[in-house]
T-cell receptor, first 117, second 108 residues
């Protein structure tokens, strides 16, 4: 099956610093990748949709200047949390759509646990 | 957007028991997926099932698209089945819209 990796798996940073999270599709090309965040005991909430070579589309309420998304190639998307604050602490998960054959199926990375102190 | 409702929210089973998890959605969908989130947070793809029935070992799923629901069956449950089960559907575009999940605990 399709494999998606994320790096780092966890990160602790100080308030005011920036953190970059990488999401890679390892064995397929992903024209579309997605970023979700999940708070404890809650479901996944879509933050943004990332298409290769174009600007990301952010969901309502997600600050695009705070959560910078870059999808520079068909296998890599990055999420940068700028000037992180404790309320940004969360579990961030990326997914990639394997569009071969017109499929809508998505595959998820293992997630990145961010703690801002 | 499409509303996704899962039931029950919590479920406790004894090892060996069977269970059925339900997912209702408010509009027609192009995609429906079932996931198992393990204790480390990894989402594991169980089924990609916009319609019809599929089986994989002790798990099976059925989606009746015309009636806007999907069912996930777990037979002969094991403690390793514990975790949260999510149903998610494609709304506009290709993004998945998740239900709130069913938290399953299988006891020895």
């Amino acid at each position: 099956g399709a494999v998606v990796s994320q790096h780092p798996s966890w990160v602790i940073c100080k308030s005011g610093t920036s953190v970059k999270i990488e999401c890679r599709s390892l064995d397929f090309q992903a024209t579309t990748m997605f970023w979700y965040r999940q708070f404890p005991k809650q479901s996944l909430m879509l933050m943004a949709t990332s298409n290769e070579g174009s600007k990301a589309t952010y969901e309502q309420g997600v600050e695009k200047d705070k959560f910078l998304i870059n999808h520079a190639s068909l296998t890599l998307s990055t999420l940068t949390v700028t000037s992180a604050h404790p309320e940004d602490s969360s579990f961030y998960i990326c997914s990639a759509r394997d569009g071969r054959g017109g499929s809508y199926e998505q595959y998820f990375g293992p997630g990145t646990r961010l703690t801002v102190t | 957007g499409i509303q996704v409702e899962q039931s029950p929210p919590d479920l406790i089973l004894q090892e060996g028991a069977n269970s059925t998890l339900r997912c209702n959605f408010s509009d027609s969908v192009n995609n429906l997926q079932w996931f198992h989130q393990n204790p480390w947070g990894q989402l594991i793809n169980l089924f990609y099932i916009p319609s019809g029935t599929k089986q994989n070992g002790r798990l099976s799923a059925t989606t009746v698209a015309t009636e806007r629901y999907s069912l996930l069956y777990i037979s002969s449950s094991q403690t390793t089945d514990s975790g949260v089960y999510f149903c998610a559907v494609v709304d506009s575009g290709y993004a998945l819209n998740f239900g709130k999940g069913t938290s399953l605990l299988v006891t020895p």
